[in-house]
């Protein structure tokens, strides 16, 4: 499961989801249920309209086939090989346009009613100058009046009193899961433990953690309004007890 380090690109990422990662991805079945894609779906066909929509990280298709198949025309950019690889064994998966790069710096050909990265993708990008550039790049690939989605998590510090650094989210007798934060940096490792036969194996991502006004600077800067932000998927109205968002950003 080791990362594997992409050549060239101005951002020089790792491909954290090479290999078995990509592999047995869509072992995850809970986030290909229907009460969870389906959601996500019907938003983003309804703002793409009758244009054409371009997701970043578009991994193995779990939101990309099936609003493919509402009529969108779908387009993606992916940083993993192994991930696209997977996207395209899928009915329908090697007839999406996929370029491969990373989503702050690559480009797609042509314009695009509507640009997502769902799932908190965005924390993949580790420095605020990428995350800043991320938004750029989704700004440069969109029509006039077009919209970027972003769904990602709000940061969990709440739960971090003073001295400690590591958050659990997830205790089982053969897996723990924990997130460990930096609060200066706003650096983040997710930190994977599960148990196999005898032993255990271990597996750390990096993220950046980002909050919702930061956000809203990025799309500033990239020429992009906020239109919209709800809790969830089904327009849940905002809250500070929100524990992650879905925001929609229009280009002027």
């Excluded at 380090?5 to 020089?12: C, K, V, Y």
């Excluded at 086939?65 to 996207?87: N, T, W």
């Excluded at 990602?152 to 053969?174: E, I, K, N, S, Y």
């Excluded at 992009?224 to 879905?246: I, K, M, Q």
């Amino acid at each position: 499961m080791g990362a594997r380090p992409l050549p060239g690109g101005s951002l020089a990422l790792t491909d954290w989801f090479a290999g078995e990662v990509a592999a047995r991805y869509d072992d995850a079945r809970g986030i290909f249920a229907p009460e969870v894609v389906d959601p996500v779906v019907d938003l983003l066909a309804e703002l793409a309209g009758g244009g054409g929509a371009l997701e970043l990280a578009i991994g193995t298709g779990r939101i990309a086939l099936p609003l493919a198949a509402r009529g969108v025309r779908v387009a993606g950019i992916e940083l993993s090989p192994d991930m696209a690889a997977e996207l395209r064994r899928k009915p329908g998966g090697d007839e999406l346009e996929v370029v491969l790069g990373d989503m702050a710096t690559t480009r797609a050909a042509g314009a695009f009613r509507l640009v997502y990265l769902v799932f908190n993708t965005i924390n993949n990008l580790t420095s605020q100058d990428a995350q800043v550039a991320c938004f750029a790049n989704a700004a440069a690939h969109l029509e006039p009046g077009g919209f970027f989605v972003v769904e990602v998590g709000v940061p969990d510090l709440r739960r971090l009193p003073p001295g400690q650094t590591a958050v659990p989210f997830r205790v089982d007798a053969d897996r723990l899961g924990l997130d460990t934060y930096d609060v200066v940096t706003q650096e983040m490792w997710s930190h994977h433990h599960w148990r196999d036969g005898d032993g255990w194996r271990a597996r750390a991502i990096p993220f950046r953690y980002v909050w919702p006004s930061e956000l809203d600077l990025m799309a500033r800067l990239a020429g992009l309004r906020l239109r919209d932000r709800w809790a969830g998927w089904r327009r849940e109205p905002f809250t500070a007890e929100s524990s992650g968002h879905v925001s929609v950003w229009e280009k002027a």
